[in-house]
T-cell receptor, first 114, second 118 residues
Framework: DSGVTQTPKHLITATGQRVTLRCSPR?????VYWYQQSLDQGLQFLIQ???????AKGNILERFSAQQFPDLHSELNLSSLELGDSALYFCASSVEAGGPGEQYFGPGTRLTVT | AQKITQTQPGMFVQEKEAVTLDCTYDTSDPSYGLFWYKQPSSGEMIFLIY??????QNATEGRYSLNFQKARKSANLVISASQLGDSAMYFCAMRSPSQRGSARQLTFGSGTQLTVLP
C-alpha cells in the first residue's frame, strides 16, 4: 500500500459526460501528479500541483482540468468525454523537499467511456 | 526533450535465475534521476529503485540492482533470484532536473512484460 488513495476504482460513463477523479496524497507529501495510461499512448504525464498551485502541465487536453485543495487532496475533472479518453488514470505524490523525489502511485481509476 | 527506450516488449526467465531488463535514455541535462517501477496485473505502480545521475555507485534494493552506465546512457534493472511474483510489467522512468521550484514529472518508457516460469 503506497499510502496514496484514489476514488473511484472503476468508472463507466457515456460519451459527452463529465467525471471527477479524486486523489489523496501520502501524509506529508505536497506534490500531486496525474498520469494517464492507455494502450496506444503508454504512461503520460498530465499535470502537477504543489501545495495547491499548478506547477507543470504535460499532455493534458483542454477538456481536462485539475485542482489541489487546501487539505492537499486533488481532483481531476474530465469533460465532454470521448471514447479515446478510456484509460487508467493514476495519481502520484512525492515529498519534493530534496532527495530523489520518488513518486508513489495510487491504485488508479479505470475509466471506460462507452 | 527527454526520452526513455525499453527495447524488450517481453522477457521470460526461469524461477530462481537472474534477469536484466534494458533501459536507455536520452537527455541533455547533466542532472537527472532514473527510476524503475513494477506494474503487476492488478494495475498498481510500485516504486522499485532509484539512481541519480551523480551517484558514484549502482543502486541496490534487495533483489533489485541498477546497472548504471552513464556514458552509454543506460540504466538496466537486474532482478536476482527471480520469483513467480516478479511476473509483471516493468517501467523505466526519468525525472527532469531537480531545480528548486521546477516540475519533476516522470517520463516513462514503453515497459517490458516479464514472465517468470516455474
Amino acid at each position: 500500500d503506497s499510502g496514496v488513495t484514489q476514488t473511484p476504482k472503476h468508472l463507466i460513463t457515456a460519451t459527452g459526460q463529465r467525471v471527477t477523479l479524486r486523489c489523496s496524497p501520502r501524509s506529508g507529501d505536497l506534490s500531486v501528479y496525474w498520469y494517464q495510461q492507455s494502450l496506444d499512448q503508454g504512461l503520460q504525464f498530465l499535470i502537477q500541483y504543489y501545495n495547491g498551485e499548478e506547477r507543470a502541465k504535460g499532455n493534458i487536453l483542454e477538456r481536462f482540468s485539475a485542482q489541489q485543495f487546501p487539505d492537499l487532496h486533488s481532483e481531476l475533472n474530465l469533460s465532454s468525454l470521448e471514447l479515446g479518453d478510456s484509460a487508467l488514470y493514476f495519481c502520484a505524490s512525492s515529498v519534493e523537499a530534496g532527495g530523489p523525489g520518488e513518486q508513489y502511485f495510487g491504485p488508479g481509476t479505470r475509466l471506460t467511456v462507452t | 526533450a527527454q526520452k526513455i527506450t525499453q527495447t524488450q516488449p517481453g522477457m521470460f526467465v526461469q524461477e530462481k535465475e537472474a534477469v536484466t531488463l534494458d533501459c536507455t535514455y536520452d537527455t541533455s541535462d547533466p542532472s537527472y534521476g532514473l527510476f524503475w517501477y513494477k506494474q503487476p496485473s492488478s494495475g498498481e505502480m510500485i516504486f522499485l529503485i532509484y539512481q541519480g545521475s551523480y551517484d558514484q555507485q549502482n543502486a541496490t534494493e534487495g533483489r533489485y540492482s541498477l546497472n548504471f552506465q552513464k556514458a552509454r546512457k543506460s540504466a538496466n534493472l537486474v532482478i536476482s533470484a527471480s520469483q513467480l511474483g516478479d511476473s509483471a510489467m516493468y517501467f523505466c522512468a526519468m525525472r527532469s532536473p531537480s531545480q528548486r521550484g521546477s516540475a519533476r514529472q516522470l517520463t516513462f518508457g514503453s515497459g517490458t512484460q516479464l514472465t517468470v516460469l516455474p
